[in-house]
């Protein structure tokens, strides 16, 4: 028996990656496990719909502004108030300065060095410092958007993010004049900086066919927001499915009544639950949120520049949906892209400075559902209250629980491809673990636990017997 420990450090949270081989010598069975639970939804019970903004965002110290928006969202429907235009616009430019911080971390920080410098290259250049060796200036660059996203949602929030900014009935301050002159000062060069980045991946894409090939590339239903048009959203908007050849399979589904067409099934081996389309049963409902299921379901992007590059994405897959989850990647620099020409757009729009930003009510209904899109994905807060809003019940759904059934069918298919032997090599470990940073989980938000842990992979024969492990702490 061997045993071999190699440091994983660049997932959010922890999970473990199990490989059993069967009798004849080849991977039976994959499983992407996520291992503990915090029981949020427990704790939070008996905490008033105000509170829970403010509480909901501490779930996680990654995307505490994902958080904050979707429980304002369930807080509008408890007061059964319209929140008003310039509340909606600004609770919009804050969540999409939440998607250029959160994908340039996800793309530069994270995954780049893994695309840039190799698979195979020593681990211990494979990372952000490599890379600000091989290609320094990419990763300035990099430092330089995600910095732009956070001047963003700082310009709105606050230096360390009001836990209460956004608060059910709208949010507590508009932008102030000079923060957005700031703002559209920095903008022009962010948009040079994305548009030098999907050009650098579009030509790279031609050397990663074989990551391309198996890194989650297979048929399946793909899940997100649209506009009532079919524009691309990440706020509003309806469910869509849409399956492998671009069919829409379910339109204008309402969010808040998602119980009635996603189902959760609960497998014993894993907190994260493992949501699937009804209609076609578990597991064979398995869909993808994201990055890549927002641009495959919408009918366009809604600027001109991201319409550009979707036509380009499109044109991978002749028309039909992108299925490779390692084209997530390219879906969340596209929807950069997107995220600041819309920004551009909001800072020449003068609502964003109106100060009527909040509607008062009491409690007009004992549920609330709030759905929008993260950048990770689809993000649902379900909550029930009583007569004073005091929560008696909730569910949260998140991103990397909608992506569970696809993470583990993606590592079973790079196990089967790149498994050599009997021994979980470090090719193997370092494409499990792209494959599964392909969806830039956070395992934070999903088992609702805080801190950082780390991934480990193991490799059982076939009487159990473990024959090889690694891991990074
Ligand atoms: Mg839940
Ligand atoms: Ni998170």
């Known amino acids: 028996m061997k045993k071999v420990k190699i440091p994983v450090t660049r997932i959010e949270g922890h999970g473990l990656i199990t490989l059993q081989l069967g009798d004849d010598g080849r991977v039976k069975e994959a499983r992407f496990h996520v291992t503990e639970a915090r029981g949020f939804e427990r704790f939070c019970q008996g905490r008033t719909i105000w509170?829970?903004?403010?509480?909901?965002?501490r779930i996680c110290g990654i995307c505490p502004v994902?958080?904050?928006?979707?429980?304002?969202?369930?807080?509008d429907a408890i007061l059964a108030v319209r929140v008003p235009k310039a509340a909606d616009k600004l609770r919009r430019l804050m969540n999409?300065?939440?998607?250029?911080?959160?994908?340039?971390?996800?793309?530069?920080?994270?995954?780049?060095?893994?695309?840039?410098?190799?698979?195979?290259?020593?681990?211990?250049?494979?990372?952000?410092?490599?890379?600000?060796?091989?290609?320094?200036?990419?990763?300035?660059?990099?430092?330089?958007?995600?910095?732009?996203?956070?001047?963003?949602?700082e310009a709105l929030g606050g230096r360390k993010i009001h836990p209460a900014w956004a608060v059910p009935g709208g949010v507590r301050s508009p932008l102030t004049p000079e923060a957005r002159d700031k703002l559209a000062a920095g903008h022009p060069e962010a948009m040079r900086i994305i548009q030098d980045v999907i050009s650098?991946?579009?030509?790279?894409?031609?050397?990663?066919?074989?990551?391309?090939?198996?890194?989650?590339?297979?048929?399946?239903?793909?899940?997100?927001?649209v506009a009532e048009d079919g524009t691309w959203e990440h706020y509003g908007g309806r469910i869509r499915f849409v399956d492998e050849e671009r069919n829409v399979?379910?339109?204008?589904?309402d969010p808040a009544r998602y119980y009635e067409?996603?189902?959760?099934?609960?497998?014993?081996?894993?907190?994260?639950?493992?949501p699937y389309y009804r209609d076609q049963g578990y597991p064979q409902g398995l869909y993808r949120v994201g990055p890549l299921a927002r641009l495959n379901c919408c009918d366009r992007m809604g600027t001109p520049l991201a319409d550009e590059a979707l036509a380009r994405f499109r044109a991978l897959a002749d028309g039909k949906a992108v299925t490779s989850s390692f084209h997530y990647h390219y879906a969340r620099l596209i929807e950069i892209l997107a995220a600041l020409e819309r920004i551009g757009q909001y800072l020449e729009?003068?609502?964003?400075?109106?100060s009527r930003v909040r509607a008062e009510a009491g409690i007009n209904e004992l549920e609330g559902v709030g759905v929008h899109e993260a950048p990770r994905g689809t993000l649902l807060h379900h909550y029930h209250v009583d007569e004073n809003g005091v929560l008696v019940k909730l569910n949260l759904i998140v991103?990397?629980?909608?992506?569970?059934?696809?993470?583990?069918?993606?590592?079973?298919?790079?196990?089967?491809?790149?498994?050599?032997?009997?021994?979980?090599?470090?090719g193997l470990l370092n494409r499990l673990e792209g494959g599964i940073r392909a969806y830039d989980p956070c395992l934070s938000c999903s088992v609702h636990a805080v801190g950082r842990m780390p991934l480990k992979v193991q490799l059982f024969g076939p009487d159990g017997e473990l024959l090889s492990e690694r891991s990074r702490t």
């Open 51 to 57: 509170e829970m903004p403010a509480i909901t965002a």
């Open 66 to 75: 994902s958080h904050l928006l979707c429980s304002a969202k369930a807080g």
């Open 96 to 153: 999409l300065g939440q998607y250029v911080q959160s994908h340039a971390l996800s793309f530069f920080h994270l995954s780049s060095p893994d695309l840039l410098l190799g698979w195979d290259a020593d681990p211990g250049k494979r990372n952000v410092f490599g890379l600000l060796e091989a290609e320094p200036k990419l990763a300035l660059d990099g430092i330089r958007l995600r910095a732009y996203g956070q001047e963003v949602i």
């Open 200 to 225: 650098l991946y579009e030509k790279g894409i031609a050397s990663w066919q074989e990551e391309i090939a198996t890194f989650g590339n297979f048929p399946s239903l793909f899940m997100a927001l």
């Open 249 to 253: 399979v379910a339109d204008g589904l």
């Open 261 to 274: 067409y996603i189902g959760e099934a609960v497998e014993g081996w894993s907190y994260l639950k493992f």
């Open 349 to 354: 729009d003068p609502d964003i400075l109106s």
């Open 399 to 426: 991103s990397t629980g909608h992506n569970n059934l696809a993470m583990n069918r993606t590592v079973a298919q790079i196990a089967e491809h790149f498994l050599d032997g009997r021994e979980v090599t470090e």
